[in-house]
Nanobody
Framework: QVQLVESGGGLVQTGGSLRLSCATS????????MAWFRQAPGKEREFVAA????????YYPDSVKGRFTISRDNAKNTVYLQMNSLKPEDTAVYYC????????????????WGQGTQVTVSS
C-alpha cells in the first residue's frame, strides 16, 4: 500500500506560481510511476503530468506543457508539481496518483490516490 498526501495548494493570481508536493508513505515509490490529475467543478478528472520511475521521463497534455513541471525525489519519497504562468482555467482540485509499471495518462491505470489539494487562480 502507498499513502499519498498532497500539499501546497492555495489562491494565486493569474500569472503566478505554485509548487505542489505529494508526500508518500507505506512503500518506496522508486519503482512507481507518479502522476498529477485535476478536477474542476462539474468536469471530469483530467491528466496533468506524469513521470516514469525508470528514466524519469515526463508527460504533459498540451494545456500545461511549458508551464508545469513534474519531478520526483525518490530519496524523500516525494513528487512535485511546479506550476508557472497560472491561468483561471487551472483552477481545480489537484490529485497525486501512483501506479506500478509504466507511466500512463489515463486515470484508470493508477492504483493509489491522495485526497487532493485545492488550487484557485483568480483573474
Amino acid at each position: 500500500q502507498v499513502q499519498l498526501v498532497e500539499s501546497g495548494g492555495g489562491l494565486v493570481q493569474t500569472g503566478g506560481s505554485l509548487r505542489l508536493s505529494c508526500a508518500t508513505s507505506g512503500r518506496s515509490i522508486s519503482t512507481y510511476a507518479m502522476a498529477w490529475f485535476r478536477q474542476a467543478p462539474g468536469k471530469e478528472r483530467e491528466f496533468v503530468a506524469a513521470i516514469s520511475w525508470m528514466f524519469g521521463s515526463t508527460y504533459y497534455p498540451d494545456s500545461v506543457k511549458g508551464r508545469f513541471t513534474i519531478s520526483r525525489d525518490n530519496a524523500k519519497n516525494t513528487v512535485y508539481l511546479q506550476m508557472n504562468s497560472l491561468k483561471p482555467e487551472d483552477t481545480a482540485v489537484y490529485y497525486c496518483a501512483a501506479k506500478s509499471g509504466s507511466a500512463t495518462t489515463g486515470r484508470d491505470g493508477y492504483d493509489y490516490w491522495g485526497q487532493g489539494t485545492q488550487v484557485t487562480v483568480s483573474s
